[in-house]
């Protein structure tokens, strides 16, 4: 039985993959002041991270001033999904396996759980399952490229393998060092006073996302290239692990991503790394230069 893949556009997901291996996109959106950027396969990365480096090109417009530029995004609605899924099912496919970002992060989920019960309401053959991915960007991505491998097998159902996957999430680890606290504070996501505290300290904070999929506290450095070491031990439980591989997701800043690898090569000279950058929907509230340290710890006969 064929079965289909359908992700969010949180997942950063390369659009020439996602179209070689027929998985079906849901793409999120941002607003910038009165503009809607849709991050669909036409959209502008580098364009869109430009814009925070030009906040004072904002100044002219009336209302508007340097502290209020802070992007606002939306998950994808029920239709973007159950579009989604019926292009599936006029495939000729009657299992659908859904991969979204976490719960505590979007509403994607929650779109994608309400498109699935309509169309399994009209179409009672298929079946639909979705998986939080309990992180964004990247963990996505694998579990994404694991049931591609497991499909190919053709010895699991629809059902077993987003059963697999659920599981395996709980073993991609994601770190995210914040270069700064800003973009938290201005999206509201960050309270006045820890703002301040932390802006006094100069402090970097460092978050993960725990086993119910929210961004919890970390860590901190006082520096971003203490940051960047801190966020690989964080990675490996203080190097007692070693990852199958580790991927670098970042927004504006390559530089960081880069030095990250290096640090990376440094104490692991043989490990497959991979640098991404993020679409920009998950970095908005987070700020455009912060840097995720992806570790996968999945299990291998998954892979084979």
Not at 40 to 66: C, G, M, Q, T, V
Not at 126 to 141: C, D, G, N, T
Not at 219 to 229: I, P
């Amino acid at each position: 039985m064929k079965i289909g893949l359908v992700t969010d556009s949180g997942s950063d997901l390369p659009w020439d993959f996602a179209k070689e291996n027929d998985v079906k996109i849901a793409c999120m959106t941002m607003f910038v002041h009165d503009e809607e950027l849709k991050e669909d396969e036409n959209f502008d990365r580098e364009a869109y991270y430009k814009l925070f480096e030009e906040e004072k090109a904002f100044l002219h417009i009336p209302k508007l001033n340097l502290y209020s530029f802070v992007p606002k995004t939306s998950q994808p609605n029920p239709k973007d999904y159950s579009d989604a899924y019926l292009e599936h099912i006029k495939e000729g496919k009657k299992e659908i396996v859904v991969v979204t970002v976490s719960g505590g992060l979007s509403g994607s989920v929650n779109s994608a759980h309400l498109a699935a019960k309509q169309v399994m309401r009209q179409h009672k053959d298929v079946k639909i399952f979705v998986v939080s991915s309990l992180s964004a960007s990247y963990p996505e991505v694998f579990l994404i490229r694991m049931a591609l491998k497991l499909i190919a097998k053709k010895k699991y159902s629809g059902e077993e393998i987003a059963e697999i996957l659920t599981k395996q999430a709980l073993k991609i680890k994601t770190i995210i060092l914040l270069p700064t606290l800003r973009y938290l504070w201005k999206g509201g996501r960050l309270g006045t006073s820890k703002f301040l505290l932390g802006a006094m300290l100069r402090k970097k904070p460092i978050v993960t996302m725990n086993e119910e999929g929210n961004v919890v506290p970390a860590g901190s450095a006082k520096d971003v290239q203490k940051g960047l070491q801190e966020a690989l031990r964080l990675s490996t439980d203080d190097f007692t692990k070693v990852p199958k591989n580790i991927t670098i997701v970042y927004g504006s800043s390559l530089e960081y991503a880069n030095n990250m690898a290096e640090i990376i090569k440094e104490k692991y000279p043989t490990m497959d790394i991979e640098i991404a950058q993020s679409g920009g929907s998950v970095l908005s509230h987070l700020g455009p230069e912060s840097i995720g340290v992806i570790s996968d710890y999945t299990d291998k006969e998954y892979w084979e």
